[in-house]
């Protein structure tokens, strides 16, 4: 009998351990997280999220030809293209991913539309993944509107295209060239018979960046295709194909919008003080007229508030519009001055603004700024 009761005793110390350790192996996969599953859609102008932030939509509209996307944890790739279209006219679709509001589908917990004066940055990051065999742009749409509305079709797009292939052009026709965000690009303008597009395209293919939304803002209101009261509605970043497209993909998707971040104020009365600074001058030149984008970059450890920034606009120029400051008087020697939503620069932030002139004789830039009376560094 006590031998039966030993092995009776050691039976339940097995069972035990087996219980004990099957528990635990049940709390390390309740713990673990969960695996993304892809999710593929087919439906014409199906959606999904991902991130739980953004929408991923297949928007198929210029074929019947099926389309399927495959939505990934980060971003999507085109799993099915089928059809074609003449290159001489519109694309096919634009399977993308946004954030903000398209035909009344929002993406979740978006602080779009929002208006442009409000708006202090816009960071976005895009990667994307090419094929061959397909004729496609690979395009960053940004879109406008007077009013802040969630559906249908905006008044001015915003085109970026970063790779085209197949000898496919943007709406409208080439109007000249400009450095924006750091990058050169060829302009294009025209009217798709529904909105304005301004279309800055790429002079090579570009596989991944990161910029801000807003520096290609500022170009559409510096031509008068938006203004400081309209609304950014969405940013979008996707494809356009004309013929096949399976395999292209956004590999990676970011995107904010920082409403009101600045600190309240005006542009005079500046308790800045001196500040250590650098300064970017970049410029869209044509005939007899001009438009400048100026970054102001605090490089010192403390805020500057009220900020003015001095320079001397070369003979000849006169300034006939400005956005997010005032800049005055309109020739000759200058100051800008920042706005209520934009009077303060943090220790490392910078501050942007813009206007537009006219000139005689030779174009020339600015050669020397000073910020709250301290020369900045030109980069």
Not at 227 to 235: G, I
Not at 254 to 283: I, K, N
Request: charged share 10%; aromatic share 10%.
């Amino acid at each position: 009998m006590q031998q039966l009761k030993h092995r009776g005793g050691r039976a339940h110390a097995l069972l035990g351990t087996l219980l004990t350790s099957l528990v635990t192996l049940a709390a390390l996969l309740a713990a673990a997280p969960a695996s993304h599953a892809d999710t593929t859609i087919c439906e014409q102008f199906g959606t999904t999220t991902i991130q739980g932030r953004y929408v991923v939509q297949n928007n198929r509209w210029g074929t019947s030809a099926t389309q399927c996307v495959t939505a990934t944890g980060s971003g999507f790739r085109i799993a099915q293209a089928d059809g074609s279209v003449p290159t001489n006219g519109a694309p096919k679709s634009y399977p993308s991913v946004y954030n903000g509001c398209h035909y009344t589908n929002c993406s979740p917990g978006t602080n779009l539309p929002a208006r442009l004066s409000s708006i202090s940055s816009a960071p976005t990051g895009i990667s994307y993944s090419y094929v061959s065999g397909a004729v496609y742009d690979a395009a960053y749409d940004i879109w406008l509107d007077p009013t802040p509305r969630t559906d249908g079709v905006n008044r001015t797009e915003i085109m970026i295209w970063f790779n085209h292939v197949g000898g496919v052009q943007p709406v409208g026709s080439q109007t000249g060239s400009a450095t924006v965000a750091g990058r050169p690009w060829q302009v294009w303008s025209g009217n798709n018979g529904s909105n304005d597009v301004l279309s800055f395209v790429a002079p090579s293919a570009i596989g991944s960046w990161n910029f801000d939304v807003m520096d290609f803002v500022r170009q559409a209101v510096s031509r008068q295709l938006a203004q400081d009261d309209w609304y950014l509605t969405s940013v979008q970043a996707g494809f356009e194909p004309w013929q096949n497209g399976a395999g292209l993909a956004v590999t990676s998707f970011s995107s904010t919008v920082d409403v009101g971040g600045s600190t309240p104020g005006g542009p005079g009365g500046g308790t800045g003080g001196s500040a250590a600074c650098r300064t970017h001058y970049g410029t869209n030149v044509w005939q007899g007229g001009f438009t400048a984008d100026v970054t102001v970059t605090n490089t010192g450890a403390s805020p500057v508030d009220g900020w003015k920034l001095a320079f001397t606009l070369p003979a000849g120029q006169r300034i006939t519009s400005s956005w997010s400051a005032d800049v005055s008087p309109s020739s000759g020697a200058v100051t800008a001055g920042g706005m209520a939503y934009n009077a303060s620069i943090a220790p490392g932030g910078q501050v942007s603004f813009g206007f537009q002139g006219t000139y005689d004789g030779a174009f020339a830039a600015p050669t020397g700024f000073t910020l709250n009376g301290t020369s900045c560094t030109v980069a």
